[in-house]
């Protein structure tokens, strides 16, 4: 199994940055991809970015594409999300995802804020 532990949320005026990170531990070498997703109030949980373990492949949201980033560090078995010029459409639960042998493992959430 895997546990994974979300930082980096907070309250950020429209226009200003946040960087999210998420460390994997566990049977992380069983991993498969790795990514984010977010979950506004009142609506459903939405895939944000998506990269593979071995970093060679990533996946945006079209709503964020020239915004955030995703990246990884294979070492400490982390991956980030880089967001920039935020939006206040951006406020919400983010959440890290795991795909570990087919199942899928996620953190507990951590609150972004996006005031205008």
């Known amino acids: 199994q895997v546990t994974l532990v979300e930082s980096g949320g907070g309250l950020v005026q429209a226009g200003g940055s946040l960087r999210l990170s998420c460390a994997a531990s566990?049977?992380?070498?069983?991993?498969?991809?790795m990514g984010w997703f977010r979950q506004a109030p009142g609506k459903q949980r939405e895939l944000v970015a998506r990269i593979s373990t071995s970093g060679d492949t990533t996946d945006l949201a079209d709503s964020v594409k020239g915004r955030f980033t995703i990246s990884g560090d294979s070492a400490k078995n982390t991956i980030f999300l880089q967001m920039n010029n935020l939006k206040p459409e951006d406020t919400a639960v983010y959440y890290c995802?795991?795909?570990?042998?087919?199942?899928?493992?996620w953190g507990r959430g951590t609150q972004v804020t996006v005031s205008s």
């Open positions: 566990g049977h992380v070498s069983n991993i498969d991809a």
């Open positions: 995802n795991a795909i570990w042998i087919g199942y899928n493992f």
